[in-house]
């Protein structure tokens, strides 16, 4: 909101291209983006709508197809692996809505994980409501296996890679979340 603000009284200085995120309920992200489009201009672009499918590896939130390396502080499970914080039906009804609409969509997807999981829904979606460009990204990637390099590929995912994130969190993804073996992989 404060981008349009600005944008309609020509504060804008720098181009912006924003992903609207319906906060309280992701299922409405789809819907919001009109209202967010009626505010573009020469300095703001509303291209797609993100969705969140896990949250951040040294956050111990980030969803991982085996355990963090030590555990967090906060849990007594052995074999914690994160969560996703969106659910498959959410996520696949958002995905289904925004084919339907011509609406392109970024899935914030850090652990490998959280990407099987948007992973399986996509192709699910592309089967029942095929689009021919869809254009969708995942957004963080970094913890992106071989298998599913292969496999965004075949399904028209545009991995899209937090690349300063190795910078600053890299020594401690290998001494404390991820290990040295993942972490080699960033």
Known sequence: IMCSLLAQKGGLKTRINAWPISQEEQRHS?????????AESDFLQVSRVKMISDGSIQGYTGYLSKPYFTQPPFTDEADYRGST??????LK?????????????????NGDGAIDFALDIWEEVQKEVPVEDPRIIFIHAQMAREDQ???MKDLQV???FFNLHVFYWG????????????????
């Open 30 to 38: 789809v819907d919001v983006l009109p209202s967010f489009k009626a």
């Open 85 to 90: 914080r969106v659910n498959k039906t959410t």
């Open 158 to 160: 545009t991995p899209s």
């Open 149 to 151: 390099l292969r496999r």
């Open 171 to 186: 020594d401690r993804h290998r001494q404390k979340f991820m290990g040295p073996e993942r972490a080699a992989r960033m």
């Open 93 to 109: 009804d958002v995905l289904v809505e925004a084919n339907k609409k011509g609406v392109k969509v970024a899935v914030h997807t």
